[in-house]
């Protein structure tokens, strides 16, 4: 399979976590790697007007802003404030020019996770006109079960496309993350299902033993999943959109920035 567009390689900003955003912003930019996602506590830390001056800047293009969801919550005026919070995210993604907010629904704040589930639904169904306004789609990440008891109670691609369905809105999609899908035999089968719907496509890869629970992705690579052949899959409903390099772990952190970036390129080329 040939190797992907580089114009469309994605710094996803977590990748290099100990980088502000100005630093993260001038890494791509010296590096030709033209466009970014943002996320919020980053934006947080400098404020949306300055966020935004930076990435005009550098000339970048913004392919997401991570993260809207967290919707559960057994207290009725907390899933009420989560979905302000979540028309925030919506109005920072407006203003930065990027029409993607990726969603990591939230887990489960007891045992229930039907009502969970439930929650996340009408918290998205409640966010969806101020995102539709604002010209913003919202695209449900479905993350690895093993995060289900603290970050997502919805953990296959299958779920996600479910929840599209039901919603219904061509405001809402998917965003298919390497790292949290490529186990799942019905992978290829929800990848079509999904279609035209398909928002995000994120890479990093898994290795064995995973170093970490949390900080446990590595570099495209360095592990088991076939991203090619995901990727391909991904192209072939039609997705032509940015491919965000998303990828967790101290180690990587730790080593500086733009040696991150100058990895990146390489195994993006060569791995994606």
Not at 38 to 56: A, C, F
Not at 214 to 221: D, E, S, T, V
Request: with cysteine.
């Amino acid at each position: 399979m040939a190797s992907p567009d580089m114009n469309l390689l994605s710094l996803n900003q977590i990748t290099t976590e100990n980088w502000s955003l100005k630093e993260a912003a001038e890494g791509c930019s010296a590096q030709d790697i033209p466009w970014i996602s943002v996320w919020r506590h980053k934006i947080e830390e400098i404020g949306l007007k300055e966020s935004k001056k930076i990435i005009d800047a550098n000339g970048l293009k913004v392919s997401s802003v991570c993260r809207g969801g967290m919707f559960p919550a057994v207290d009725k005026e907390e899933r009420l404030r989560r979905i302000d919070d979540n028309k925030r995210a919506v109005e920072e993604a407006a203003e930065l020019g990027t029409d993607v907010l990726v969603l990591v629904c939230g887990p489960s704040p007891d045992k229930d996770l039907i009502r969970s589930r439930e929650w996340v639904r009408e918290g998205i169904e409640a966010v969806l006109p101020f995102a539709e306004q604002h010209g913003v789609k919202l695209g449900i990440e479905p993350l690895h079960p093993m995060y289900a008891a603290d970050r997502s109670v919805i953990t296959t691609l299958g779920e996600a496309n479910q929840l599209q369905q039901q919603v219904g809105s061509s405001h809402l999609g998917v965003v298919v993350d390497v790292f949290h899908v490529w186990w799942d035999p019905f992978l290829y089968r929800e990848i079509e299902h999904a279609g035209d719907t398909i928002l995000g496509f994120h890479v990093s890869d898994w290795s064995v033993p995973l170093p970490d629970m949390f900080k446990g992705r590595n570099m495209m690579g360095e592990g088991v999943i076939d991203i090619p052949r995901i990727r391909g899959a991904v192209e072939k409903q039609g997705y032509n959109g940015p491919i965000e390099v998303e990828i967790i772990n101290q180690a990587i952190w730790d080593q500086p920035g733009d040696q991150t970036l100058k990895q990146m390129k390489e195994a993006y080329h060569i791995h994606v």
